[in-house]
């Protein structure tokens, strides 16, 4: 069992409190989903757990090894980060995008093991990217790239997958295939976190919502306990309509609330 915690996290960007007094516990097995309003810390959350921004107070730990006082190398195989909106920057066939997944694992696109290509061809499978194997990543419509870079992070086959907002640019299909592809991995025992703004799809897909909200957990459990009317009012500053449809909870925004937390 992976387990990624935080406890008492705190982290300071500039003069500015992005997180204060985090704790939570990402088991494996699990799909938690963090969503929040627009500057609520989640990103800053998400780099924090990776290993990739130093907490200013409290501590990311990794089946009890403190993230910080791993080595870059050891950290990238054990945590697979999507970042929100990633780019590709040089003009590489789409399946040696993917293959650098295996970076970590110390082999290059040219020189994958076999237990790499496998990963290579299960990642490409997994995003629904057969068929762009041989096309340049820089000649991708927005959508495709995320999926190639998702592949890529799936390719690396870590312990913990972080995905910032990785279905944010997908059609409906691409998101359904994404989602059930990070589910598939948390079944299969990998730690999965994923930072979603579609609260609907959050809810359907999530084990575990975190609410994040101005830096602190505002909420956080079973998915029709963190989506509530007055949650949504509280934190995002809208007034919704939460209802069941064929046992999945539908959240509907209404309208916006002048303030967060004003009902009527
Ligand atoms: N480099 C930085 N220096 C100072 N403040 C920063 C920096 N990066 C982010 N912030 C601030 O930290 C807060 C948290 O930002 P973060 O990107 O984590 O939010 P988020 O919840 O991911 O937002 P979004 O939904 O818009 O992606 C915001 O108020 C943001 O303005």
């Known amino acids: 069992m992976t387990e990624l915690r935080a406890r008492s996290l705190a982290v300071d960007l500039g003069q500015r409190h992005a997180l204060s007094r985090v704790d939570l516990t990402l088991p494996s097995g699990r799909l938690t989903v963090i969503v929040g309003p627009n500057g609520a810390g989640k990103t800053t959350l998400m780099r924090t757990l990776a290993g990739l921004l130093e907490p200013t107070a409290g501590q990311v730990t990794l089946d009890g090894q403190p993230v910080s006082r791993m080595s870059a190398g050891e950290r990238s195989r054990c945590i697979a980060y999507l970042p929100q909106g990633g780019n590709v920057a040089w003009p590489l066939p789409v399946a040696?995008?993917?293959?650098?997944?295996?970076?970590?694992?110390?082999?290059?696109?040219d020189s994958l093991s076999l237990k790499g290509q496998e990963a290579v061809?299960?990642?490409?499978?997994?995003?629904?990217?057969?068929?762009?194997?041989?096309?340049?990543?820089?000649?991708?419509?927005?959508?495709?790239?995320?999926?190639?870079?998702?592949?890529?992070?799936?390719?690396?086959?870590?312990?913990?997958?972080?995905?910032?907002?990785?279905?944010?640019?997908?059609?409906p299909r691409h998101q359904l295939i994404v989602l059930d592809v990070l589910k598939e991995q948390a079944r299969a025992g990998t730690t999965v976190a994923a930072i979603m703004h579609d609260l609907t799809l959050a809810a359907r897909f999530a084990d575990e919502i975190i609410l994040?909200?101005?830096?602190?957990?505002?909420?956080?459990g079973p998915p029709e306990a963190v989506l509530t009317e007055e949650l949504l009012a509280a934190n995002?500053?809208?007034?919704?309509?939460?209802?069941?449809?064929?046992?999945?909870?539908?959240?509907?925004?209404?309208?916006?609330?002048?303030e967060p937390g004003q009902g009527g």
Do not use: C, M, W, Y
């Open 236 to 258: 995002f500053g809208i007034q919704a309509h939460v209802s069941h449809d064929g046992g999945h909870l539908v959240v509907v925004a209404d309208r916006p609330l002048a």
């Open 121 to 171: 061809a299960a990642a490409i499978h997994a995003a629904d990217l057969e068929g762009f194997e041989n096309r340049p990543a820089t000649e991708l419509s927005g959508g495709e790239r995320a999926r190639v870079l998702l592949a890529r992070a799936l390719a690396t086959q870590a312990r913990v997958l972080l995905a910032d907002e990785p279905v944010a640019a997908l059609d």
């Open 212 to 220: 994040l909200n101005q830096g602190i957990v505002a909420a956080s």
């Open 96 to 109: 040696d995008v993917i293959a650098l997944g295996r970076l970590p694992h110390g082999e290059k696109p």
